[in-house]
């Protein structure tokens, strides 16, 4: 019913920085909040940021906040999360996802999910 698709992943050197895109396709996208997940080998899935419908109100994890920022443009259907300063702690697969709640964090409060891009962070 709906369908996500992910780019702008990709290589890049500490402290260097990446924009993360995600369209969204097949039913009304303006209505749902949108999150941003990451999960490296061996590690579970965990919650970035997330943003309301409106984009009015966001959300973002202890690690990320102050270096990653969400946005979104409705007009394009598309959800963003702008990466700087990145670390190799930062090193995971990026996955965004839908939700009819408002601004949740848990994995569970999300109904689709896009296939995912590799975002590599080297020292």
């Known amino acids: 019913q709906v369908q996500l698709v992910e780019s702008g992943g990709g290589l890049v050197q500490a402290g260097g920085s990446l924009r993360l895109s995600c369209v969204a396709s097949?039913?009304?996208?303006?209505?749902?909040?949108m999150g941003w997940f990451r999960q490296a080998p061996g590690n579970e899935r965990e919650f970035v940021a997330a943003?309301?419908?409106?984009?009015?109100?966001?959300r973002e994890s202890d690690s990320v906040k102050g270096r990653f920022t969400i946005s979104r443009d409705n007009a394009k259907n598309t959800v963003y999360l702008q990466m700087n300063s990145l670390k190799p702690e930062d090193t995971a697969v990026y996955y965004c996802?839908?939700?009819?709640?408002?601004?949740?964090?848990?994995?569970?409060?999300?109904?689709?999910w896009g296939q995912g891009t590799q975002v590599t962070v080297s020292s």
């Open positions: 943003i309301s419908w409106s984009g009015g109100s966001t």
């Open positions: 097949g039913r009304t996208f303006t209505r749902y909040a």
């Open positions: 996802a839908a939700s009819t709640f408002t601004i949740p964090t848990m994995r569970t409060a999300y109904d689709y």
